[in-house]
């Protein structure tokens, strides 16, 4: 079975009554953990977002607790395991700012883990291009929060 288009879905959607779109989304919702996690945060989570911001600090907190520090290979792939934690709640709001404070975040994070990322290239090489990636979508914000994230970034750089 092929997808169909977003706009196929939308013209279909538009034909259906309250009712069944609401079946749907409940059925979407028992298929997969991401499509319940997103629903969640469109009904509960969206309209307090510094809330949303600080609950997945709090989770990016655990993960960093509970870091496989056995080898530089554990290091690294438990870095990319909480990389891609902090990316999928950063597509669930779609918002720059939350994104751009996440994404901070996570270098600060990753800036004072023990044992320092320094003495390991490829370890490093993700805290720059996370950097790199944060400074792009900072460019797209408002002067005042650019001056503020910029600030943020030269200290992590430090």
């Given at each position: 079975m092929k997808a169909v288009t977003v706009k196929e879905l939308k013209q279909e959607l538009n034909n259906k009554s309250p009712k069944e779109v609401l079946d749907l989304c409940l059925r979407l919702s028992r298929f997969k953990?991401?499509?319940k996690e997103l629903l969640t945060y469109l009904?509960?989570?969206s309209t307090n977002e510094a809330y949303y911001i600080e609950s997945i600090k709090r989770g990016i907190d655990e993960k960093f607790e509970v870091l496989n520090k056995k080898s530089p290979y554990f290091i690294r792939k438990?870095?990319?395991a909480?990389?891609?934690y902090t990316k999928k709640y950063i597509r669930y709001s779609q918002n720059k700012e939350t994104e751009v404070e996440l994404l901070l975040y996570f270098?600060?994070?990753m800036k004072n883990c023990k044992p320092s990322m320094h003495n390991h290239k490829r370890i490093e090489n993700i805290f720059y291009k996370q950097i790199e990636i944060t400074q792009?979508?900072?460019s797209h914000l408002h002067e005042d929060l650019q001056y503020d994230y910029k600030m943020e970034i030269n200290n992590l750089l430090e």
């Amino acid at each position: 079975m092929k997808a169909v288009t977003v706009k196929e879905l939308k013209q279909e959607l538009n034909n259906k009554s309250p009712k069944e779109v609401l079946d749907l989304c409940l059925r979407l919702s028992r298929f997969k953990k991401e499509n319940k996690e997103l629903l969640t945060y469109l009904l509960f989570e969206s309209t307090n977002e510094a809330y949303y911001i600080e609950s997945i600090k709090r989770g990016i907190d655990e993960k960093f607790e509970v870091l496989n520090k056995k080898s530089p290979y554990f290091i690294r792939k438990s870095i990319r395991a909480i990389l891609n934690y902090t990316k999928k709640y950063i597509r669930y709001s779609q918002n720059k700012e939350t994104e751009v404070e996440l994404l901070l975040y996570f270098c600060e994070k990753m800036k004072n883990c023990k044992p320092s990322m320094h003495n390991h290239k490829r370890i490093e090489n993700i805290f720059y291009k996370q950097i790199e990636i944060t400074q792009k979508k900072v460019s797209h914000l408002h002067e005042d929060l650019q001056y503020d994230y910029k600030m943020e970034i030269n200290n992590l750089l430090e």
